[in-house]
C-alpha cells in the first residue's frame, strides 16, 4: 500500500500529518504536482513532478495507483477514478469518498459548476479547521491502523 498525494491544492498542515504519519508507519508516500515540491529527508517521502496542464497530476496518480493504496484529495473526479480502480480517497477535511457518496458528490459537483457557468457566484470552500484537521487526522489513523493489521 502506498499513500498518493494530490499535492497542489493539499493544504501544507495535511501534508505534514502525512509526513509524520508516513515515518510513524512506514509506509510509501508520494506527493505529485506540476511544481517543485519541498519534501522533508526520508525513506518514505519522495515528490513527483508532472507536466504542467489540466488534469495532468490526477492522470499520473491513476496511472500509478494500485488496488489498496490511499490518495489524498479534494478532487471528487480524481477520487471516484481511484475508487473505480480499487483504491482508497480521503479529502483534507476527513470525508472518505466511497462507492456509496461517490456518485452523490460528483452529482453536488456538476450542478455547482453549472451554477458558476451561468455566472451564479458560487464561493470557494471554507477555510480549513482544527476540526476539519483533527477529522483527517483520525481518519488517516483509523486506514492506517487497518492497514497495519492486514499485514
Known sequence: MRIWIDADACPKVIKEILFRAAERVKVQLTLVANQPLHTPSSLYIKSLQVPSGFDVADSEIVKRIK?????????????????????????????????????????????????????????????????????????????????????
Not at 480517497?89 to 456518485?103: H, Q, T
Not at 464561493?123 to 476540526?131: H, M, N, R
Open 67 to 151: 488496488a489498496g493504496d490511499l490518495v489524498i484529495t479534494s478532487d471528487i473526479p480524481l477520487a471516484a477514478e481511484v475508487i473505480e480502480e480499487g483504491g482508497y480517497a480521503l479529502n483534507p477535511r476527513g470525508e472518505f469518498y466511497s462507492k456509496a457518496n461517490i456518485k452523490a458528490r460528483l452529482n453536488i459537483r456538476d450542478f455547482m459548476d453549472t451554477l458558476r457557468a451561468s455566472g451564479v457566484n458560487t464561493g470557494g470552500p471554507p477555510a480549513l479547521t482544527q476540526s476539519d484537521r483533527q477529522s483527517f487526522a483520525n481518519q488517516l489513523d483509523r486506514f492506517l491502523v487497518k492497514y497495519k493489521n492486514s499485514k
